[in-house]
């Protein structure tokens, strides 16, 4: 597969539970960025991902909320203590690492909090 | 702050018939930008992108967008609509020379095509 993969592809949790989601993105891309897409509110920023440099998290929209990428390559994003405000789709997207170079997104991960 | 906003929400549009999404920015610099395009069901798709020279530049499915720096404004258009275009339109904007910084993208644009 060329593309970037994210599993699972839909989620049910319980209030208060934590969640794992999981990116795979394209073999080589050095980049690697997660959005939130909320009805009515876009696509949301929370985490990028470039080489080995420190991640940007100034999108994470609390503490619940963290990243890891492992190796370079997978990323996974973790909520604790899930609340019903975080149901959306998780979406991530990787790319070359310059800002000219266009994102490559997955379908996404649908986190329905209940 | 940076900031992108796409006015309408939803636009009905009958097939046949000529289409522009309307997109505005706030950057602090030159700007890289682009439209993706996610249909039901699927993951978003880049349409187009500007980052220099000819403002008006052509992407994929016959779609178009001019770039106009007075206005800060890139709009998308397609002369003739086809019903497969029904999908959700996003505006993004990003920096010119910062190496891989992430997009900020618009709330979108539902597009309905009616026959």
């Known amino acids: ?114 | 702050a940076q900031s992108v906003t796409q006015p309408d929400i939803h636009i009905t549009v009958s097939e046949g018939a000529s289409l522009e999404l309307r997109c505005n920015y706030s950057y602090g610099a030159t700007p890289y930008l682009f439209w993706y395009v996610q249909s039901p069901g699927q993951g978003l798709q880049l349409l187009l992108k500007y980052f220099s020279g000819d403002t008006l530049v052509q992407g994929i499915k016959g779609f178009e967008a001019e770039f106009k720096r007075s206005q800060s404004s890139f709009n998308l258009r397609k002369p003739s609509v086809h019903w497969s275009d029904a999908a959700e339109y996003f505006c993004a904007v990003g920096p010119h020379n910062q190496a891989g910084t992430a997009l900020i993208f618009g709330k979108g644009t539902t597009l309905s095509v009616s026959s």
């Open chain 1, 1 to 114: 597969g060329a593309g970037v993969s994210q599993s699972p592809s839909n989620k049910v949790t319980e209030k208060g539970k934590d969640v794992e989601l999981r990116c795979d993105p394209i073999s080589g891309h050095t980049a690697l960025y997660w959005y939130r897409q909320s009805l009515g509110q876009g696509l949301e920023f929370l985490i990028y991902f470039q080489g080995n440099s420190a991640p940007d998290k100034s999108g994470l929209p609390s503490d619940r909320f963290s990243a890891e990428r492992t190796g370079g390559s997978v990323s996974t994003l973790t909520i604790q203590r899930t609340q019903q405000e975080d149901s959306a789709v998780y979406l991530c997207a990787s790319n070359g690492g310059q800002g000219m170079s266009p994102l490559h997104f997955g379908n996404g991960t649908r986190l329905t909090v209940t």
